[in-house]
Each structure stands twice: as C-alpha cells, then as structure tokens.
C-alpha cells in the first residue's frame, strides 16, 4: 500500500536559519504530493503541492520539488520565521488511470518546526 | 467563508456513553472523510463519502459509524466509546478531482475515561 515517511522531529531552529524536512513515498500509481501545515488549535491547511515528476510547489517562501526517481519531496524554506512554527505533513494523494482518484490522503507522521527569535 | 465546522471542539466522555460529533461543509464538496491524529502516527482515516448515501471505510473504521444522508453533514458516530478511542478528530472535504487539495474542520479533541 501507499506510504509516507518524514524525517524525525522536532526540529527546533533559530530565525533566519534554512529549513529541511525530508519527505519519501511509497506509492503503486501517480501520485500527488501535497505538505499541510498545522498551526497550534487548528485544523491542517494546504501550504504547496505538485501533481507530477519535477514541479516544484511553493507558497510562502516555502518550495518541494517531486523527485520521482529519489520518490522524494522534500520541503525547504530559504529563512524561517518564528510564524513557521507549526507540524508539518507530506501527503500524498493517488491518481488511477484516468486521471481519476477518490481522493484519500495518505499523511506522513508529521514534524513538530520550532522557532526561535 | 468557505469551511468545514465540527463540533463540539472538547468532548469529556465516560466509556460507553454514545456520542456524535458533527461535520458540516458549505463549498459543495462531494468527498467527505475523517481521520484521527494520534502522536507519532500522523493523520489516519475512519470512513469517507465519495457522496450522498455513499460511505466506506478507511483505515482505521473500528469503534466508528457514520452517515451521508445529505451533502453538507457528515457526523461521527461512537456507538459505545473507549479509552483507545481518546484522541483529536478531524473532518475534512475536497472536490473529486485527483490533484485538488483537502479543506479541515478545526478538530475536536475527545477524551474518554
């Protein structure tokens, strides 16, 4: 079946500094791959996605890049803010032949991002 | 504003004692699921609806019920809860369209003792 791993958290950094959190899959089809962001007392809130080998997704200074040979996306951001601090999934949606899907999301465990000034 | 309300977003339950959490969408979505988060597990999914009358289970269905009787409304059902099942419940809703991303609810925390 379908799989996401994420690199072990927490991952606690100090402003300015460059972001990684890895994201790998496991996947029988075409999957998209999506990351969410989950703010402290909310729900999760789509960040960027892709929905295919080499798109690069990005918002918010945030960027992914699919890599289907490494099935690899992972999530980077230039300069974080003490705002990013947040968990974060990689998820990834499967597409069927057809270009059809019933849309489950498969999550990965999600990596707690501190912040700090 | 287009979202997706649950409610209530605290339950304090004692085991066995039926309970619903509702879920409620006003973007006109086909496709309704909820998932659990627990720590170090992630997001697993329940149940979901690919539309009305039309429900099947997830990953994770034991201990669960729910219905699809009109498109908005998607309630949980715990027709007898236990301990294992205390953790944070999500809704969530999406078009039928492969590359088109999930909307959630802001959750409810549940605890039962």
């Known amino acids: 079946g379908n799989s996401v791993t994420q690199m072990e958290g927490p991952v606690t950094l100090s402003e300015e500094a460059f972001l990684t959190i890895n994201c790998t899959y496991t996947?029988?089809?075409?999957?998209?791959l999506f990351w969410y962001v989950q703010y402290p007392g909310e729900g999760l809130q789509l960040l960027l996605k892709?929905?295919?080998?080499?798109d690069k997704g990005s918002n918010k200074g945030f960027e992914a890049t699919y890599r289907k040979e490494t099935t690899s996306f992972h999530l980077e951001k230039g300069s974080v803010q003490v705002s990013d601090s947040a968990v974060y999934f990689c998820?990834?949606?499967?597409?069927?032949?057809?270009?059809?899907?019933?849309?489950?999301?498969?999550f990965g465990q999600g990596t707690i991002l501190t912040v700090h000034p | 504003e287009a979202q997706v309300t649950q409610n209530p977003r605290y339950l304090i339950t004692v085991t066995g004692k039926k309970l619903t959490v509702t879920c409620s969408q006003n973007?006109?979505?086909?496709?309704m699921s909820w998932y659990r988060q627990d720590p170090g597990l992630g997001l697993r999914q329940i149940y979901y609806?690919?539309?009305?009358?039309?429900?099947d289970k997830g990953d994770v269905p034991e201990g669960y019920k729910v219905s699809r009787k009109e498109k908005r409304n998607f309630p949980l059902i715990l027709e007898s809860p236990s301990p294992n099942q205390t953790s944070l419940y999500f809704c969530?809703?999406?078009?039928?369209?492969?590359?088109?991303?999930?909307?959630f609810g802001n959750g409810t925390r549940l605890t039962v003792t």
């Open positions: 892709a929905t295919k080998a080499d």
């Open positions: 969530a809703s999406k078009v039928m369209t492969y590359n088109s991303p999930l909307h």
């Open positions: 998820a990834l949606s499967e597409v069927y032949a057809g270009g059809t899907s019933y849309g489950k999301l498969t």
């Open positions: 609806s690919m539309n009305v009358e039309v429900t």
């Open positions: 996947a029988t089809g075409y999957p998209s």
């Open positions: 973007m006109n979505h086909e496709y």
